[in-house]
C-alpha cells in the first residue's frame, strides 16, 4: 500500500460531508462587488437580480483567525480535508445555472466534498479534491458548482515549481477584452472571497515556499472576468459553463480572454497572458 493509499484511509470518509452557509445577501457586500467590476453601485438596490455568476460571492468560509494556516487558508481539517500536501491551487469548475440571486434575500450555500482522487503524473503525487457547491434561494436551487483543487508536493528551497509548460492560445479569435491584473483588482477581489490564500498578495512566501517568480492573480479571478467578457458578446441567457485553468497569470500583468462567435447557443472562449500563453479555457452555453 502506498503512502497516498494509506492517505486515503482518513480522507475517504470526508466524501460526502456536507457544510451549510447561511447568507443574507447584504446590499452593501453587493455593492462593493459591483464596485471591484466597474459596475455603479447605486444600480444595486433590494431585489435586484444578480449577473449569474455572482453566486461566487456569497455563503463564504469565515473561520476564525486562529484557525488559518501558514499558507493563509483554514487550516487542514476546519473547513476542507486534511489533505497531507501544502500546496492548494484551483484547477477547473463545471457550473449549471439555474436561476439568479436577488439582493437583500436569504441565501443557503451547501459545500460537499464530492470526490478525492489520488494521483501521480509528470509532476509527482497529487491529490485532486472536488468540491460540490449547491446555492439555493426562496426554496429553488439557483446555481451548483463543481470546483477541483489539486494539492502538490512542497517546493524544494530554492528551486521553482515544475507544475505547468506554457502552450500558446490561439490567435485565430473573432473577439477579445482585456483587463489588468493589478494588486488592487486581485486585493478587492480575495476580500471579496473572503481568500487569504498567500500566494495571491505575499511575494517572499509566494517565492520562497510555493517556488512561483512573482505574486499569482486569483484563478477565481481569471474565472469572473472570463464570464464576464463572455456575456459581452453572446446572447440568451447563461445555462452552463465549464473551465480549465493552465497556467498561472501573475499579477500586475494583464489577461486577454479570446472567444470565438457563439453557434448554436454554445461559445467557446480562452485566456492569454501578456505573452500569448494559454492560461484557461472555457465553454459556455446559452439558452434563448
Known sequence: MSWMDEAMNDLRPWIGR??????????????????TFNVDPATIVRGTELPPHWFS???????????????GHAKKGVVLPPIPMPRRMGAGRRVKVMGRLRVGEPAVKKAEVANIVPKTGRSGDIF?????????????????????????????????????????????????????LTNTLNFRFSALTWNAHRIHYDGDYTRSEEGYPAIVSNGGL?????????????????????????????????IEVRGEQQKDGK???????KNGVLCGEMDLEFTQ
Open 267 to 273: 461559445l467557446r472562449i480562452w485566456a492569454a497572458d
Open 18 to 35: 456536507v457544510r451549510t452557509v447561511e447568507d443574507d445577501v447584504g446590499l452593501m457586500s453587493v455593492r462593493r462587488a459591483a464596485g
Open 57 to 71: 460571492f456569497i455563503g463564504v468560509e469565515t473561520v476564525l483567525q486562529s484557525e488559518i494556516g501558514p499558507d
Open 222 to 254: 481569471s474565472m469572473h472576468l472570463m464570464v464576464d467578457a463572455a456575456l459581452k458578446h453572446a446572447q440568451g441567457t447563461l445555462a452552463t459553463y465549464t473551465t480549465r485553468l493552465v497556467h498561472p497569470l501573475w499579477v500586475g500583468e494583464s
Open 128 to 180: 485532486v479534491l472536488t468540491m460540490r457547491h449547491t446555492y439555493e434561494q426562496g426554496g429553488k436551487t439557483l446555481a451548483v458548482d463543481e470546483m477541483d483543487a489539486i494539492y502538490r508536493q512542497a517546493v524544494p528551497a530554492g528551486q521553482k515549481t515544475t507544475a505547468t509548460v506554457p502552450t500558446k492560445a490561439r490567435t485565430d479569435h473573432a473577439w477579445s477584452e482585456r483587463t489588468e
